[in-house]
């Protein structure tokens, strides 16, 4: 009896401690997150002895009203982007679609307060983005066999790398051909990936808009916007694929040119490949 009421006057303390010294809490969370960054970009296969520890990174911060506060503008950022980053793991595969859904949210509370602010604008579009890799790489494995048939298989590497599958990457030289319209581009799967893209597509363009009118745009935000209107132009059919693939030309001739940044070698080829096409 005394043990159990000892073990509640704990309890109580405890809370008490919490809900009077707030700052604790957030300290504790960015533990966790700093744990998540490291999780990810060293052994993301442990991600899911984690997954309590984040979960409850993103309680304590509902707790606290975290991102209603203005003042703390550069830690949410840094917060989602460690909880964003661990959502989407492996985005080929999937996400974890609680804490990913949580984030955007997140992004969108901060949005209020700074609706042209670029990083708030690009991590939504990153989350959008990420969210279409599970939808494009299924598209490509069930496509995998009707194309190799076709004796087309060749384009296809071994695996994705960034935000595109590699159908997205290097097919798009029979987009701009303008063949016959595939039937498939109205399909359910076509039709989930153009939700996910049509968010990222808008968000990265807004991000640009306010990072060139502060003329802060960098070679990252406009390769990402690339990578997003390649995404949607490979699963939106003629005429409008047409639109994406240039307007992708476009944001990869001024990544190419932003100094000090290099584009990776996949969008590089890319360029190279289809440059010519685009005025």
């Known amino acids: ?77 840094w917060m989602l982007h460690g909880l964003q980053d661990y959502a989407f793991h492996d985005s080929d595969s999937g996400c974890i679609r609680d804490i990913a859904e949580w984030c955007q949210t997140a992004w969108l509370r901060i949005l209020r307060n700074y609706p042209e602010n670029v990083d708030t604008l690009t991590g939504l579009g990153r989350n959008w983005l ?29 695996s994705t790398q960034g935000h595109l599958s590699n159908e997205d990457k290097y097919n798009a030289d029979e987009r701009l051909a303008s063949p016959p319209a595939d039937p498939r581009r109205q399909g359910p799967l076509y039709v989930e990936a153009r939700g996910y893209l049509q968010p990222a597509v808008d968000f990265y363009a807004r991000a640009l808009r306010s990072a060139d009118a502060l003329g802060s745009t960098t070679g990252e935000i406009l390769a990402s916007a690339a990578e997003s209107q390649m995404s949607l132009g490979n699963v939106t059919g003629p005429p409008g694929d047409e639109r994406h693939f240039a307007q992708a030309i476009r944001y990869l001739r001024r990544a190419e040119a932003a100094p000090g940044y290099i584009l990776s070698v996949y969008l590089q080829q890319y360029l190279n490949d289809y440059g010519r096409y685009v005025s």
Not at 139 to 146: A, F
Request: proline fraction near 4%; charged fraction near 25%; charge should be neutral.
């Open 1 to 77: 009896m005394s043990r159990h009421s000892g073990s509640s006057r704990h309890r109580s303390h405890h809370s008490r401690s919490t809900e009077s010294n707030p700052e604790d809490l957030v300290e504790q969370v960015k533990s966790i997150i700093t744990l998540l960054y490291e999780v990810v970009s060293s052994r993301p296969y442990e991600w899911e002895a984690y997954l309590p520890s984040a979960r409850s990174a993103m309680t304590a911060l509902d707790h606290l009203h975290f991102f209603r506060d203005p003042q703390r503008f550069a830690e949410q950022v």
């Open 130 to 158: 990420q969210r279409a890799q599970a939808t494009l790489a299924r598209i490509h494995r069930e496509e995998g066999n009707d194309s190799s048939s076709q004796g087309s298989s060749s384009q296809a590497g071994n």
